[in-house]
């Protein structure tokens, strides 16, 4: 979502742009658009999320998969998104094109903006789900931090933007339905932030094996103990916390803040809840996954 190395001050606008939003000087629509058209490697790797759903967890597990575990291996860098950038922030695509292999990058596109090589299996895709009333819980706080995003009035007017879809990344229904209704004709792996966070060690292995990695298991070990939560906030390029202030108002929150499993219990009225759940009933009903959340 960030563009590291912009100097400017935000208006906070959410551009239309295609049935999606695009935010006014981090996106541009015309380069965005171009997306469709890159030539994809066999190589490439993009990890898809919905916003808040574990994208720069997913950045350090890769870039220690690359390194063999190494936690030293970006410590030359300011941010893991230098490494693994968003594709869809303005001049990213032509760093892209001219990239070494293997090329590693996060988005919160939804699919019919993503290259159209992806539906002929080239590349690979890891989509990271995460429990949405967690989601909206944590973008509200975001949005306190974060200078290109508007600040909510307070948790009451944030939940009802989320449920409209009135923010970068529009309805999280929309989303993950559309990305998994493709998931049968691109190379994907659909992974849950809850499953991270409950055994992290098994998902980083299935990530491995999915990217025909061939770490040993001390070298997956090191992967593992270098991504938890506690060792993540002692990396400064790993929790963001040099993205410059007037991007990210670090006074006014953390990137990693909490990173916990129903934070939203802390947060939901019983009313706020209940329409959540009607909500995710109504707009799930036909969704073949059933998620770990659901018996939580
Ligand atoms: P919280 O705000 O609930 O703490 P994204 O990178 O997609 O913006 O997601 C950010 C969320 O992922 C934050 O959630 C952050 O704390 C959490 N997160 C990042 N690294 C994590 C880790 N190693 N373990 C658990 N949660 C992590």
């Known amino acids: 979502m960030m563009d590291m190395s ?27 658009d171009q997306i469709y058209n890159l030539e994809i490697r066999d190589s490439d790797v993009f990890v898809i999320t919905y916003p808040k759903s574990g994208t720069i967890w997913m950045q350090q597990i890769l870039l220690l998969l690359e390194a063999d575990g190494d936690e030293t291996a970006t410590s030359k860098f300011n941010n893991n998104g230098d490494l693994i950038p968003w594709i869809e922030i303005t001049g990213s695509r032509e760093a892209f094109i001219k990239a070494p292999s293997p090329r590693m990058r996060v988005t919160h596109l939804p699919y019919h903006f993503m290259p159209s090589a992806l539906s002929q299996k080239k590349g690979k895709v890891i989509y990271i789900a995460r ?9 509200f706080y975001f949005h306190k931090m974060a200078s290109m995003l508007e600040t909510p009035k307070d948790f009451n007017e944030f939940f009802e933007r989320f449920l409209q879809g009135h923010v970068f990344g ?40 999915f990217l025909g990695k061939q770490l040993n298991d001390e070298q997956l070990a090191n992967v ?68 770990i959340w659901d018996i939580r």
């Not at 912009?6 to 380069?31: A, W």
């Not at 429990?131 to 973008?139: A, I, T, W």
């Open 224 to 291: 593992v103990k270098h991504s938890t939560f506690t060792n993540m906030c002692k990396i400064p390029q790993a929790s963001y916390e040099q993205v410059p202030e007037e991007l990210l108002n670090h006074r006014q929150g953390r990137f990693m803040r909490k990173g916990t499993i129903g934070d939203w219990k802390n947060h939901f009225t019983v009313a706020q809840n209940e329409r959540f759940d009607e909500l995710f009933q109504k707009e799930m009903k036909d969704f073949p996954l059933s998620f």
């Open 170 to 209: 529009c309805s999280w229904f929309e989303h993950i339905k559309t990305w998994y209704s493709h998931k049968d004709e691109i190379n994907a792996l659909f992974i849950t932030y809850e499953e991270m966070i409950q055994d992290l060690r098994s998902v980083v292995d299935r990530i491995s094996l």
């Open 6 to 32: 912009s100097t400017r001050t935000y208006n906070h606008e959410l551009v239309p742009h295609k049935g999606f939003t695009l935010i006014s000087g981090i996106h541009d629509p015309d380069d965005v």
């Open 131 to 139: 429990n949405p009333k967690d989601v909206l819980v944590s973008y």
